[in-house]
T-cell receptor, first 112, second 114 residues
């Protein structure tokens, strides 16, 4: 049973456009929601993370929007660049639990 | 700091052969993890270790064993490799007091079982 559902599976965006990736969860005990970025041939790396006490977090061109009542969170990439082409994973965890529950990933391609 | 290192980078095995994937981290992290990544399946946790001397099963532990040799090293062993174990394997570690639960990943091992 997939506890964190991620969509879309793949996404193609033109350079300068906005990329939006969505995740939904069921477990209301989740209190930490990170996004990881993975380039081909590399391991994932933390991109940005949010806790449910805020509705939005922005770091440069990357923004997480969090909707606690809908149990959804999303990653927005503004002014998307070809260098943003990668696979993006959302995840969630509870408290100090050392395990992350992962979405299945979104392959993003930004056309020049 | 090298971060998380994994060896080997690539490996081809025949069905039934055994091998050990090595992982080491130099960040003084307590928690370490082994994942496998398959197309369309995301990252699936095989085993994890909360601290030296402890290990616990993850989502897909069958066919694997692990050893937390010391704080730095966490190895994954395939006793009798099967084609279903063809995958990319990632090791990760987590800081002891990480406010953001951040996991640091190694570069991965690409394993093919024929």
């Amino acid at each position: 049973q997939q506890q964190v559902k991620q969509s879309p599976q793949s996404l193609i965006v033109q350079k300068g456009g906005i990329s939006i990736i969505n995740c939904a969860y069921e477990n209301t005990a989740f209190d930490y929601f990170p996004w990881y970025q993975q380039f081909p041939g590399k391991g994932p790396a933390l991109l940005i993370a949010i806790r449910p006490d805020v509705s939005e977090k922005k770091e440069g061109r990357f923004t997480i929007s969090f909707n606690k009542s809908a149990k959804q969170f999303s990653l927005h990439i503004m002014d998307s660049q070809p260098g943003d082409s990668a696979t993006y994973f959302c995840a969630a965890s509870v408290g100090n639990n050392r395990k992350l529950i992962w979405g299945l990933g979104t392959s993003l391609a930004v056309n020049p | 700091n090298a971060g998380v290192t994994q060896t080997p980078k690539f490996q081809v095995l025949k069905t039934g052969q055994s091998m050990t994937l090595q992982c080491a981290q130099d960040m003084n992290h307590n928690s370490m993890y082994w994942y496998r990544q398959d197309p369309g399946m995301g990252l699936r946790l095989i085993y994890y270790s909360a601290s030296e001397g402890t290990t616990d099963k993850g989502e897909v532990p069958n066919g694997y064993n692990v050893s937390r040799l010391n704080k730095r090293e966490f190895s994954l062993r395939l006793e009798s490799a099967a084609p279903s174990q063809t995958s990319v394997y990632f090791c990760a570690s987590r800081a002891p007091d990480s406010a953001f639960n951040e996991q640091f990943f190694g570069p991965g091992t690409r394993l093919t079982v024929l």
